[in-house]
């Protein structure tokens, strides 16, 4: 069974920084892209970041949070992180690791979900 | 980058109602679309993939159509249980967008 578990969401100040944590089991992680998926409270879905499988060289963020937020992966501990830098308080969400439905590149289809981590930036 | 436009934003209708949930991309995107239902309170669940591709566990009163900039989830036999909000998302390109979402209701 695929499972996803995030960790390390809190509240965080403005300009300020968290880790976040996924890790996972089930599955070959280090031949799977991954990516972050956030909410703001009462509001859609926003992609926030991917990562290519195997190196983990290949990686892709969306506007809004490029240049303050980094992805990475560690294969060895089947582990997906954010780390957020400089946060907004519009960074307020709930993040969830999501894993695309296949290993082929390129595939986006996200067919497994972790349970969500909350980030609340507030002064 | 892509934009995803969904209408309506809210339906209501009775069990055993036809629901149709449309969504436009702002360019072609083929058949690079999924849908998505998410119930209160949980993560969302991929429902259909590649605009017609039922997903493995999913009812087969679902189903999914469209190309190119158009694209339909279509419910054909309402049932309580599907009451969500239900977002479509396009893989064509990155950065991937989410439609704003389209929430569902029991009349």
């Known amino acids: 069974e695929v499972q996803l578990l995030e960790s390390g969401g809190g509240l965080a100040q403005p300009g300020g920084s968290l880790r976040l944590s996924c890790e996972t089991s089930g599955f070959n992680f280090k031949t799977y892209a991954m990516s972050w998926v956030r909410q703001a409270p009462g509001k859609g879905l926003e992609w926030v970041s991917a990562?290519?499988?195997?190196?983990?060289?290949?990686?892709h963020y969306a506007d809004s949070v490029r240049g303050r937020f980094t992805i990475s992966r560690d294969n060895v501990r089947n582990t997906l992180y954010l780390q957020m830098s400089s946060l907004r308080v519009d960074d307020t969400a709930v993040y969830y690791c999501?894993?695309?439905?296949?290993?082929?590149?390129?595939?986006?289809?996200?067919?497994?979900w972790g349970q969500g981590t909350h980030v609340t930036v507030s002064s | 980058d892509i934009r995803m436009t969904q209408s309506p934003s809210s339906v209501s209708a009775s069990v055993g109602d036809r629901v149709t949930i449309t969504c436009r991309a702002s360019q072609d995107i083929r058949t690079s679309l999924g849908w998505y239902q998410q119930k209160s309170g949980k993560a969302p669940n991929l429902v259909i993939y590649s605009a017609s591709t039922l997903e493995s566990g999913v009812p087969s009163r679902f189903s999914g159509s469209g190309y190119g900039t158009d694209f339909t989830l279509t419910i054909s036999s309402l049932q309580a249980e599907d009451v969500a909000s239900y977002y479509c998302?396009?893989?064509?390109?990155?950065?991937?967008?989410f439609g704003g979402g389209t929430k569902v209701e029991i009349q």
């Open positions: 999501v894993r695309p439905r296949s290993s082929v590149p390129y595939t986006r289809y996200f067919d497994s």
């Open positions: 990562i290519d499988n195997i190196d983990g060289h290949g990686t």
């Open positions: 998302q396009q893989t064509d390109s990155l950065p991937l967008s």
